[in-house]
Structures are given as structure tokens and as C-alpha cells.
């Protein structure tokens, strides 16, 4: 971290006794039923919300609880439309966000616009396209928005643009400078950084309103390409070796979901809003999940600088042999950081309330037993 680098130090979030919340059964969304009655079309008279990357991981929560919620008309811009999404009987428009031509087609005749449209990956290799899909994409979506007379942006960044540091005593909010001397050395957040900036630099002016969300590590059901719950399986499947020094912040998709939904009514133009619901140690995360999963959590620790060090011998020594390593080196230094923060502005101004974090995790685990480690796993887990 740099002296510039402006935080507040405040003690971390814990996993305090939270207010009660209605239990919600885990979501399998595996397979998404039909959500409208087959006879009841879309209104095509009024206006649309569009959501960009409706069919990832927070997508599919957030565009289960707008056909819930009887909205008008919901419009998914996708590469690929499955055929759970075209049994949804919502509107959809196949093409990319980086196609200028497709882009025109998607925010036509739309008044709100979800932006969750993006790419994960710790690959330097992926670094190049993560810049076209978050900021070039982000760019011609503004461009075409203006043009098209949408009032309303939700862009979904990510809580890494302001919460990372070297330190487990940084906490950061929402007014904290960017720690760009770190992010920058990570092509998705130095993506996700620069997003946020091509938003707020495009999409401006009159009755314009531009609200950036910044949720955390998100876990619970329904992560079906693995985008972020593959920590769990490498948990479950053993394949971590040794406890990461640093810590994390996670929060519950379901939970972002809902935030999204709020800040689209109420989130103030320009204003940044970070989600999560506890900071914990990666040492106390595999506690937890040994305690869930009665797998045992790696006991082997090291110094940060031999962990980074060796993931960066091991994956260049692959490599060299043209073979695929089992390592990320950016994974490993990401791990060996603390994305600590405080979510209170998030609380205080779009009602932001996450569930109990072992909910999540039961929920996690659950989902990921029954999905990726077969029936077998299934079973013992019940037993």
C-alpha cells in the first residue's frame, strides 16, 4: 500500500449475531422453470429493463426476482441464449457487448439498464480481452444508452476496486482512494477499475443516473460455470494445500441480488456501494467450512513470499513444457492480501441487509456437492 493510499482503520467485521431473516431453502438453479404464465406475454407498450450477463452467477438471481417481481418487460443481452433463458418468456437479444451493432439492438426502447456483462479470470493471457469486455463494452453500452434515452445504469463493478490491501487492519468504505499501486498489477481489477471510470465519464447529464454496485466474493447456490464458488470445490476436493495468509470479504449472491434491485430505486447517481457481509481470515473460512463439509482444512502455512514465489516457479516451469499449470500465480498473491471493508453506507441508504454467513456456506456447499462432485457426494454429505 502507498502513504497516499487513504483508509479507515476500523476493526474488522465479524460474524456477529445479525437480525433474524426469514430462512430461505438454497436455489437450485440448475434447470430455471418457466417464470410467466405461457398466456401472459410481455407488455410490449412499455418500457424495458435490460440486463447485460443475465444468464452468469448474479444474473440469473437477479432476473428470477424481476420476473417475481412482475416487471413489465425484462430484456437479456447474451452471447449464447440456453434454453432455460428462451423458456423464461423474456426478451432476448443474442450478441456482444463489444459489437457496437448489438449493443444498438439491446438498449432499444429500454428505460433501466443492469450491466453486470463481464469476464473472470486470474490469466495474465486474459487480461487484453477482460479490458475489451469491461471498459471497451462499457463504453459503447453508455454511448448507446445516452443515444437511446435510458434514464438509469446499474453497473455491477467489484469490491476489489476499493478493498484490498497489505494489511488486515485496512478497512475500507466507499470514500477510500483506489489502491491502484495493487489493482493495477491484476488484469480483471485493473478492468473493473477502469470500467467504473468510462461509466462515469459516458454516461452523464439530465435525468441520467448512474449507480455503481461493488459486491464482494460471491458464494451461495446457483454458480453453475464456477465463477466464484470454485474455492469451495478445491476445498472439498482437497486440491488447497496450504492456508493463505491474507483474508476475505464474501457475500451472498442472493443478497447482491436484492441490493441491485433496491439501488435501481434508490441509488444516488454517481455513488459507489460496496456488499458484503463478513471479513474473515482464509484461515477461518476453512475452519468453517471443515466444520460444514467435515473436510479437513489444509494445517500447512508459509511466508507470503515463498508461496508467491513457488505458484510463480511451478506455473512458469509448466509453462515451458507446454503444459497446463496447476497453479495461477495471481490467485496465490490475491490470497496472500486482505479484502476487508465496511458495507454500513450500503445498509444505511439501499436497506442492504445479508444473512447469516454460515447460511451461505451450508448453502454453497450444498450446491456444489449436488452439482459437481456427484451423487455419491451427495449422499455422505446427508450422513
Request: aromatic share 8%.
Amino acid at each position: 500500500m502507498t502513504s497516499s493510499t487513504k483508509r479507515t482503520r476500523d476493526k474488522p467485521t465479524t460474524d456477529a449475531p445479525r437480525k433474524s431473516r426469514k430462512k430461505i431453502a438454497p436455489d437450485d438453479l440448475t434447470t430455471i422453470t418457466e417464470a410467466r404464465d405461457s398466456n401472459t406475454p410481455a407488455k410490449s407498450d412499455a418500457p424495458a429493463t435490460l440486463i447485460t450477463g443475465g444468464t452468469g452467477f448474479l444474473g440469473r438471481h437477479l432476473l428470477q426476482n424481476l420476473i417475481d417481481a412482475k416487471t413489465p418487460r425484462v430484456r437479456v443481452m447474451t452471447t449464447n441464449a440456453p434454453a432455460w433463458l428462451r423458456e423464461m418468456k423474456v426478451e432476448v437479444i443474442e450478441g456482444s457487448i463489444t459489437n457496437a451493432d448489438d449493443v444498438r439492438r439491446a438498449v432499444k426502447g429500454v428505460k433501466e439498464i443492469y450491466h453486470l456483462a463481464g469476464h473472470v479470470s486470474r490469466k495474465v493471457e486474459d487480461a487484453h480481452k477482460m479490458h475489451a469486455i469491461h471498459v471497451e463494452g462499457t463504453r459503447l453500452l453508455c454511448d448507446a444508452a445516452m443515444k437511446a434515452g435510458v434514464e438509469t445504469i446499474v453497473l455491477a463493478s467489484s469490491s476489489g476496486t476499493l478493498a484490498v490491501s497489505e494489511s488486515s487492519t485496512d478497512m475500507a468504505s466507499e470514500a477510500s482512494a483506489p489502491p491502484l499501486e495493487i489493482i493495477t498489477r491484476w488484469g480483471y481489477y485493473a478492468s473493473k477499475f477502469y470500467q467504473e471510470r468510462t461509466a462515469l465519464e459516458n454516461f452523464t447529464g439530465a435525468n441520467r443516473r448512474l449507480v455503481i454496485m461493488n459486491p464482494s466474493l460471491l458464494l451461495g447456490a446457483g454458480d453453475d460455470r464456477l465463477s466464484s464458488t470454485k474455492v469451495v470445490l478445491d476445498f472439498l476436493a482437497r486440491k488447497i494445500h496450504v492456508t493463505p495468509s491474507g483474508g476475505l470479504n464474501f457475500v451472498d449472491a442472493r443478497d447482491a441480488a436484492q441490493a441491485f434491485q433496491r439501488a435501481m430505486r434508490v441509488g444516488k447517481h454517481g455513488e459507489r456501494y460496496l456488499l458484503g457481509a463478513v471479513n474473515w481470515s482464509f484461515e477461518k473460512l476453512f475452519g468453517r467450512l471443515e466444520r460444514i463439509t467435515k473436510t479437513p482444512a489444509p494445517r500447512l502455512a508459509l511466508p507470503s513470499k515463498f508461496k508467491v514465489f513457488g505458484a510463480k516457479a511451478v506455473d512458469a516451469l509448466f509453462k515451458q513444457w507446454n503444459w497446463a499449470s496447476p497453479l495461477e500465480p495471481e490467485e496465490v498473491e490475491q490470497a496472500e492480501h486482505f479484502w476487508y471493508f465496511d458495507s454500513s453506507k450500503a445498509e444505511r441508504e439501499l436497506g442492504f441487509m445479508p444473512r447469516d454467513p454460515q447460511e451461505t456456506l451450508q448453502d454453497t456447499v450444498d450446491y456444489v456437492r449436488r452439482n459437481f462432485l456427484g451423487k455419491s457426494a451427495a449422499f455422505a454429505m446427508k450422513n
